[in-house]
């Protein structure tokens, strides 16, 4: 196994880590060799997912479980991205389908290695934390929504209300239990679990809001893609905002880099001006920055 690798496992491992992080990013191209592996912890589940057949997978396990001293692992997981469907496979331990993780007093429902996402995308964090910093008072909208850890995020940070939009009813769902989980009351919380551009009268009904989130997958079949559809989204919020709205704005595709974005603001939404970009957390550092998750900050006029 690379040296690199076994660092980062022993490093990880030798004290105790009760939070959800990233432990290993190949897909970093910062370790030559292991662009293909990707290690999450999702205590006590190591989720090790691989983009390519991981050879020596059982040693790598091994490594684990002996880096392991304070005795935190109870299962690990191989994720392969690499076949059809991204099935699964236990490597170590019992099956753990679902489990409720935290980050930063805050908890959320996870599924690691039952699809290709487990439920909370660990990069993020540092949005998280500043949504927690920033939400007080506020009337968010989270586009995009998924399991709707922002929107958790941003109540606990004080926000008077949360509407969660996402063309997916199971995660819509699934982002009310992570509410739940974290004492938040449902009637604070608006849920459109329908197609985004179906659904601009019903978000219009909760406006106007104080801060928006636009956090999209690269390509949602049928509903959404990037680089055609996010001028429109901009396109909406002058109605849907009010003076002041901060608007956080993601994109996350390798050919897309952060002048994506101030480009489709510029064109779509001039009054909004640019304040900063948030980092995706640490432990996904890039060799490539602009390949990675990008997180802008803008405010409207």
Known sequence: MELALQQAIGEFFSIDQEEALRVFHGR??????????????????????????????????AQIIAADKLSQVKSIILQKRYERGAPAELLFGDESPVLIVQENKLVFEVHPGTQQNAGLFLDTRPLREWLQENSS???????????????????????????????????????????????????????IPHNLFRSWGR????????????????????????????????RKLPKLCNVGA????????????????????????????????????????????????????????
Request: glycine share 4%; net charge negative; with cysteine.
């Open 28 to 61: 970093g191209h910062l370790y030559p060799g292991l662009e293909h592996v990707c290690i999450d912890w999702f205590k006590p589940l190591v989720l090790i997912t691989a983009y390519v057949e991981i050879v020596a997978v059982k040693e790598l396990a």
């Open 137 to 191: 008072e506020k009337n968010v909208l989270n586009l995009f929504a998924y399991t709707c850890s922002l929107s958790v995020a941003a109540l606990a940070g004080g926000a008077v209300r949360v509407t969660n939009v996402d063309i997916s009813k199971p995660s819509i769902k699934w982002g009310e239990k992570n509410h739940q989980l974290n004492n938040q009351e449902l009637d604070r919380v608006k849920s």
């Open 246 to 301: 901060d608007i956080i704005a993601t994109v996350n595709s390798p050919f897309l880099d952060a002048n994506f974005l101030l480009d489709q603001f510029a064109a779509s939404l001039p009054n909004a001006s640019f304040v900063e970009v948030i980092p995706a957390a640490p432990e996904f550092a890039d060799k490539y920055p602009e390949r990675g998750l990008k997180i802008c900050h803008f405010k409207m006029a």
């Open 203 to 234: 978000i219009q009904q909760y406006g106007r809001y104080d801060l928006v989130v636009i956090d999209p997958p690269t390509r949602q079949r049928g509903s959404f893609d990037v680089e055609k559809n996010y001028k429109s989204v901009l």
